[in-house]
């Protein structure tokens, strides 16, 4: 999953981010409202961990917002407020859910899985499937022609973003933002590394190949051929 995590206690947030990227999610961190508003958009992110009290503006202004703008977005709302009334006013904003803190992480990675089950495009893309090529989001595991393919974590989100998107360009700048997330210390060169050790495994062995370069733009993940690879 792909998580917007807007937190702006750094114990709190840095153990999050940590903890979901163990488990293979992609996270970006953010501490202030607004630029978590900014960051927030439909098809951005397969879910939003907000807390309640954010400098610049506050997860429930950060939820009406979202659903005025028709951003369906599974939303999970951390709150230190334990009244009903409370919790009650933040599902009727629009959240999906809530947590009260402190909190255990595993509950908030289940919960956050149910949220992503919920949603009918989720449901669909549990596992991802293109030509013989097969990604197994949960179980995280790969599969072509039904033989294992072992990947490293990296390497599994960066083939199942480019699944995501089959038959569509992603450029290296898109690739690096949503697999390594928003301020990641690496640079382009990182992306042209991952995609060539991606290939070699998904690739090597095959005459079809998946995984195409285009020569300036970017890469494509199709089972058609016609592509230059470099």
């Keep these: ?21 163990r488990r293979y999610h992609v996270v970006d961190w953010l501490k202030d409202g607004r630029e978590a508003r900014d960051a927030m958009g439909p098809g951005r992110y397969d879910a939003y961990v907000l807390d ?28 230190a407020r334990d009244a009903v009334q409370d919790r009650v006013e933040g599902l ?14 595993e509950e908030l990675e289940a919960r956050l899985l149910a ?8 449901i669909q893309s549990e596992t991802l499937q293109v030509g013989e090529l097969a990604v197994h989001l949960n179980r995280h595991e790969v599969t ?13 989100q960066l083939l199942a973003c480019l699944v995501r998107h089959a038959g569509h360009l992603l450029s290296r700048e898109q690739l690096l933002d949503q697999v390594w997330g928003v301020g990641a210390e690496v640079t382009l060169n990182t992306v042209d590394a ?3 050790l991606l290939r070699k495994k998904v690739d090597g062995p095959h005459p079809i190949k998946y995984i195409h370069s285009i020569y ?15």
């Design 92 to 105: 009727h904003a629009g959240a999906d859910d809530y947590m009260i803190k402190p909190f255990a992480f």
């Design 1 to 21: 999953m792909r998580i917007l995590l807007a937190e702006d206690d750094e114990t709190l947030g840095e153990l999050t981010e940590h903890q979901l990227r």
């Design 52 to 79: 309640w009290m954010l400098p610049g503006a506050t997860g429930m202004e950060l939820i009406r917002n979202a659903r005025r703008l028709d951003d369906h977005t599974p939303i999970l709302l951390l709150t």
């Design 115 to 122: 949220l992503f089950r919920r949603q009918e495009r989720a």
């Design 194 to 196: 991952t995609v060539k």
């Design 216 to 230: 300036g733009a970017g890469y494509r993940l199709s089972p058609a051929g016609g592509e230059e690879h470099v």
């Design 144 to 156: 072509r022609g039904g033989q294992p393919i072992t990947l490293t974590r990296r390497e599994f």
